[in-house]
């Protein structure tokens, strides 16, 4: 015990120390700062952008219809006929011409407006210019067929179906949002430290080997004892970076955010595209984040960090005890990112679609892609039964996935010279 | 006799391959042993063994009389043949963590290394990163941590390759010093020039069986031939050559005089006395070099092997 607690000891700081652990950590965050500036930026440049529209109204019926908006001039055209409209707008590099046919009919009228623009309007602008004339249409055609407008008015009636579970507890339609990103920075962020971490355990396994000290220290300790050591200390490492991120980054994005002056409460409603956010719905926002199981999210990030970590590193340490050299890892890394992978595509695409559907929760159950998959499921809340299952089968490869890397680490540490198969693997676990 | 270490009956085999075939080796107290085999013979699997690296399929090893216990790790110091250290790691933070992993407090080891290092005249490189030593210097802090923590037994494997002379010569004092202090030495080696000089008992381990072993004088004397290097001037050389001839097996022999005329391997038969050559030698010629045949461990090496082939 006193000897695992040295080697986790000089593992931790032979990981600390290294100077490209450093760099990174305190450079991470600002390079992350810097690259969401640059995103917000841009895309702030991107819709001060005004674009012109020329209309062609031949009906007559939208005169003054279309309103200007922050990003969007229309320009009326009518009175000049549809092919010198286009010459028009090809020469003063407008977005396009927007052409309403004469036509009595309001629903033929409907399908037979025309945009002739260089190239396709964006989804935002065309959604807009369909909303306004759809409204106006709509109404015209009410009055046609004789109905009253003020009463047709009065009669609709707002709906805002309010969400609540059996709990008791009020949500919004936002919340799915939250749970969303929560859950999938969770599972992303446990994919990244295991490869970066697993990676770290792997090179420190083929630095020993090469710097051929490996025989003088398991003539002391266990092999699995030093292997232990080295994922333990190292995941301390990663704990301390990622401790580290946490508290530099909300700094930093406090400092750039007061510096940019840009608001982190009004930069939110611009991720729900063009859905209305009423105030009310800000507030239930913050109501939602603080509604999320935040507790059962952090100990099952915990919990599933070392189950996963744990997991993923005992194969990568075996690799790396396998192999002379970095460059030999290639042929077996493959099956160590699969399953990484598939963990995240199914999470973000069958969790956020069904998120208790048959395929999450069966990769949720699989304890190589669990982590992930669990990890983006708990805010959309999981019975604590599936959670016990899950966590007791990762625990359990777990032993067993240590137990074998521990087999074939033992033979490949003493083993030099040799590029290894698969089948040689197997045979090593039955020495 | 009182042995330090007791190997029983010891067998290991990987998948198809017998690395160590029930081999017995009994190594005395305070001796220096030396391990011989040519490479692959089962040497290291033999040393992996005793140090708990490798587990034996069958046979036991006894350390001081007792079943080797893992605990036991702290008995014994081993220099691997393949061997380095942490590159990146200073020479001092480095030594220290090899010896608490020994199980020396840190106050031990610190001690320890004190002592050492003045000794070897390395202190200066405390602060220093493996990496910035020369290949030699590297050696000398490898040497120091496998001694640092006082082991009961010393096992080095093929401890002179990669030395250079001045420090195989240092290191070689150091390891007589050890045993006159002590400590028991287990040598590993396919280079049979430092067993002659250094071994008080040998083994020979040839394609994982243990050919021979025993004391390396008891060993040099069941080989010895009778044969006598003889170098002189005779004072009729067709004459004593044809009296010789009938009554010894006799070779050309190869050395360097200054003077002699006729050099001669005379081999005389066991019941015979030296004495008797000599006196017959003498009144036939002059005599100037009488000596007797000592085979070689690379000569008993050799010939063992072939035998067994």
């Known amino acids: ?431 | 006799m009182d042995n330090l270490l007791v190997a029983e009956n010891i067998c290991k085999q990987f998948g198809n391959f017998t690395a160590l075939n029930n081999v017995s080796i009994n190594i005395p107290r305070e001796s220096i042993f030396g391990l011989l085999g040519p490479n692959g013979a089962g040497k290291t699997t033999f040393i992996r063994i005793i140090n708990q690296i490798t587990m034996p399929d069958s046979g036991v090893v006894y350390l001081d009389g007792k079943p080797l216990h893992p605990n036991d790790v702290g008995h014994i110091g081993y220099l691997p043949e393949e061997r380095g250290l942490y590159k990146s790691m200073k020479v001092g933070e480095q030594a220290l963590y090899l010896a608490r992993l020994k199980g020396l407090t840190k106050a031990e080891a610190k001690e320890q290394l004190d002592y050492w290092f003045t000794k070897l005249d390395i202190k200066h490189w405390w602060d220093k990163k493996i990496q910035e030593l020369s290949k030699g210097m590297a050696q000398k802090v490898q040497f120091v941590i496998t001694v640092l923590h006082r082991p009961k037994l010393l096992i080095f494997d093929e401890p002179f390759s990669g030395f250079d002379p001045v420090n195989a010569d240092l290191i070689k004092n150091e390891i007589l010093q050890l045993r006159n202090e002590g400590a028991t030495i287990l040598f590993s080696t396919h280079r049979m020039e430092s067993v002659e000089e250094l071994c008080d008992y040998m083994a020979l381990i040839h394609e994982s069986n243990k050919l021979l072993d025993g004391k390396v004088d008891d060993i040099k004397r069941a080989h010895k031939t009778n044969t006598f290097e003889v170098g002189m001037n005779p004072f009729n050389e067709n004459e004593l050559l044809a009296e010789l001839n009938s009554n010894f097996k006799i070779k050309k022999a190869h050395f360097k005089s200054l003077s002699d005329d006729l050099k001669l391997n005379i081999q005389i038969k066991p019941n015979e006395s030296p004495n008797d050559l000599l006196q017959y030698l003498i009144t036939k010629s002059r005599v100037n070099h009488f000596v007797e045949v000592v085979p070689s461990v690379n000569d008993i090496f050799i010939k063992t092997v072939t035998k067994n082939e």
Do not use: C
């Open chain 1, 1 to 431: 015990m006193n000897n695992l607690k040295l080697i986790i000891q000089r593992e931790y700081l032979a990981r600390v120390r290294n100077k490209t652990f450093i760099v990174m950590t305190f450079l991470s965050p600002l390079i992350l700062v810097g690259m969401f500036s640059l995103i917000a930026y841009l895309s702030m440049l991107n819709n001060s952008e005004t674009h012109t529209i020329a209309v062609k109204d031949d009906s007559g019926l939208f005169k003054g219809e279309f309103e200007n908006k922050e990003e969007i001039d229309f320009v009326d055209v009518s009175s000049i006929s549809l092919e010198d409209a286009k010459l028009l707008v090809k020469e003063k590099e407008y977005y396009g011409v927007l052409y309403i046919p004469n036509n009595q009919d309001n629903v033929a009228l409907a399908k037979s407006i025309l945009f002739f623009g260089k190239e396709a309007p964006s989804i935002g602008i065309l959604r807009q210019i369909e909303r306004t004339i759809s409204k106006n249409l709509t109404t015209r055609e009410l009055i046609s067929r004789g109905l009253d407008i003020s009463q047709i008015k009065a009669a609709e009636a707002q709906v805002d179906i309010r969400i609540e579970n059996f709990q008791g507890e009020r949500t919004s339609k936002m919340s799915n949002y939250i749970k969303m990103i929560f859950g999938g920075a969770a599972g992303y962020l446990l994919m990244m430290f295991i490869i970066i971490y697993g990676n770290m355990v792997m090179r420190s396994v083929i630095e020993e080997k090469t710097n051929r000290i490996i025989e003088i220290i398991i003539s002391s300790v266990k092999p699995i004892q030093l292997m232990l050591g080295k994922i333990i200390g190292t995941s301390l490492a990663g704990i301390t970076q990622f401790s580290i991120w946490v508290v530099l980054g909300t700094i930093l994005l406090f400092v750039t955010s007061s510096l940019t002056g840009m608001n982190l409460m009004e930069a939110q409603p611009q991720m729900q595209d063009i859905e209305q956010v009423s105030n009310g719905e800000i507030q239930q926002l913050i109501i939602d984040i603080t509604n999320l199981p935040i507790l059962t999210l952090i100990l099952s990030f915990l919990v599933y960090f070392i189950g996963g970590y744990f997991l993923y590193s005992a194969i990568y340490a075996a690799i790396g005890a396998a192999v002379d050299s970095e460059t030999d890892t290639q042929q077996f890394m493959f099956p160590i990112i699969l399953p990484l992978m598939l963990g995240i595509y199914v999470g973000f695409f069958s969790v956020i679609e069904n998120p208790h559907g048959t395929v999450s929760t069966i990769f949720s159950m699989i304890p190589l892609t669990s982590p992930i998959v669990m990890l983006m499921r708990i805010p959309f809340g999981v019975p604590w039964y599936e959670l016990a299952i899950s966590v007791i089968i990762l625990f359990v490869t777990n032993a067993g996935v240590v137990w074998l890397a521990a087999k074939i680490y033992r033979v490949g540490i003493l083993m030099y010279g040799k590029k290894p198969t698969y089948k040689e693997l197997y045979k090593w676990i039955k020495y």
